[in-house]
């Protein structure tokens, strides 16, 4: 099998596609034959050693995959070999074929849809855990969505519309009039808009209900500003450690000691609430994930969901699909392929 490898921790010139075996699957496991590999905002920061749960160099990152069952193991569902799936993966992704547990793995109506389901399970799944999971959004609330022309926020956006929820939105100006067409009525570009002031003007004083920030540092503080009584924010992402591919450590240490630590006499004082979300820390939520899948496998053939992909980039192109998201060009999600 052909692999995209972090060989070390560095710029996107460090990803290496390489080949090796991969050996049989265990008996709870299927292998999948990979189509598509969805790439996160997580992968740059494990890639430039700023993610902590991440292996030490040299690994394969990639948390979600599309493609074709090749083999099933003993106790695996053997009708389950020819067809189309999705799935969550713990690492390994950027991979041409993978082993993967079973129960992990979600079959597709048809080929055709694999290269949208390849956006679903991170995006939407964080997207749909932090709303409605945690925050518990109801119609007619307010819901402040940083970055909201990235993968996360196109799926905050469309979920928002099936809720009944009103968006505000923060995007880079040429973002905007795709935005406006998703229906995202509320968009401002956070160069040279203060999102405080524009969302308590947007929303006649009261502020957001709901806040959704992948910032995290200092922007934190302003996020908890920009909520009214009984807001919830959650924190998802320290996207301002990879600014640029550079560990700059003086900036990092800044941002992070610069990072508000929500005391309970502080959050009773306001009647607010603070939330954090890691897709990945929810291994004793297996059930409940597998619902959530579920639903928004069926939101999406029913069409009330539509992954955005802004582009698919071949594995040998894997450096560049990583700079093309340092800066900030994607308009939905990226994927990687292992075919030309």
């Known amino acids: 099998m052909d692999k995209v490898v972090i060989t070390q921790n560095g710029a996107p010139s ?90 992990r793995v979600f079959p597709l109506q048809s080929e055709g849809h694999l290269k949208d389901a390849a956006a679903i399970p991170v995006n939407y799944l964080t997207a749909y855990v932090m709303m409605i999971m945690q925050a518990n959004l109801k119609k007619d609330e307010w819901l402040l969505v940083h970055g909201i022309g990235g993968g ?3 799926a905050a956006l469309q979920i928002a519309k099936i809720l009944g929820a009103n968006v505000i939105g923060t995007a880079s100006g040429h973002k905007h009039e795709r935005l ?103 291994r004793d939520r297996e059930a409940e994930m597998k619902l959530a899948t579920e639903t928004l496998l069926k939101w999406y053939y029913d069409g009330n969901i539509t992954p955005e992909v802004d582009s698919v980039f071949p594995f040998d192109k894997a450096a560049e699909a990583h700079q093309y998201m340092h800066d900030h060009k994607n308009f939905g999600k990226v994927l990687l392929t292992p075919f030309e």
Not at 42 to 71: N, Q
């Open 14 to 103: 460090v990803l290496s596609v390489q080949s090796s075996e991969l050996p049989n699957p265990e008996p709870n496991e299927v292998q999948v034959k990979v189509h598509y590999a969805g790439i996160n905002f997580a992968d740059l920061l494990m890639r430039m050693g700023l993610y902590p749960s991440a292996p030490k160099p040299p690994f394969t990152p990639g948390y979600e995959i599309s493609g074709m069952v090749v083999k099933a193991g003993e106790k695996a569902d053997s009708n389950l070999v020819g067809q189309p799936v999705v799935a969550l993966t713990s690492f390994g992704g950027y991979a041409s074929e993978i082993n993967i547990p079973a129960d």
């Open 152 to 154: 996360v926020g196109i």
């Open 180 to 282: 406006k067409a998703m229906g995202a009525e509320h968009i401002m570009d956070y160069h040279d808009t203060d999102f405080v002031a524009f969302t308590k003007e947007i929303t006649n004083g009261r502020g957001a209900d709901v806040v959704l920030d992948p910032i995290g540092g200092s922007h934190l503080n302003r996020s908890y500003k920009a909520m009214g009584s009984f807001g919830r924010l959650i924190c998802y992402g320290f996207s301002t450690a990879a600014v640029s591919n550079k560990r700059k450590w003086f900036t990092l240490l800044k941002e992070f000691v610069s990072m508000p630590r929500f005391s309970p006499v502080k959050l009773m004082g306001t009647n607010k609430a603070v939330f954090g979300c890691h897709l990945g820390m929810l």
